[in-house]
């Protein structure tokens, strides 16, 4: 019923910038909090970032917090990760997700809907 659909990967230098994008449908997308994840091969999915459901709290990891933006748009039921000055450390499988409830959580578990991924690849 809810589904949501990660675009924007590709491949980028280090250095390099790329915008992410989540559209959702089927859902009350201005019910949900919404959070990226991401998945490297032979890695547990790691939280990256959230942000409330009316936007006015966001979270991050620690590592990409002066790095990435989350941000989303009601009006286009679409989440967005900015993501600037990239290593390949962030290399990965790039995960968006819903949580019903509205308020941001890091765990996994916390969410409710998942896409397919998108898959961002950084160069040395």
């Known amino acids: 019923q809810v589904q949501l659909v990660e675009s924007g990967g590709g491949l980028v230098q280090t250095g390099g910038s790329l915008k992410l994008a989540c559209e959702v449908s089927g859902g009350t997308f201005r019910d949900y909090a919404m959070g990226w994840f991401r998945q490297a091969p032979g890695k547990q999915r790691e939280f990256v970032a959230a942000?409330?459901?009316?936007?006015?709290?966001?979270q991050y990891l620690d590592s990409v917090e002066d790095r990435f933006t989350i941000s989303r748009d009601n009006a286009k039921n679409t989440v967005y990760l900015r993501m600037n000055n990239l290593t390949p450390e962030d290399t990965a499988l790039y995960y968006c997700?819903?949580?019903?409830?509205?308020?941001?959580?890091?765990?996994?578990?916390?969410?409710?809907?998942w896409g397919k991924g998108t898959q961002v690849t950084v160069s040395s």
């Open positions: 942000i409330s459901r009316s936007g006015g709290r966001t």
């Open positions: 997700a819903a949580r019903i409830d509205g308020y941001t959580r890091r765990y996994v578990g916390d969410y409710n809907y």
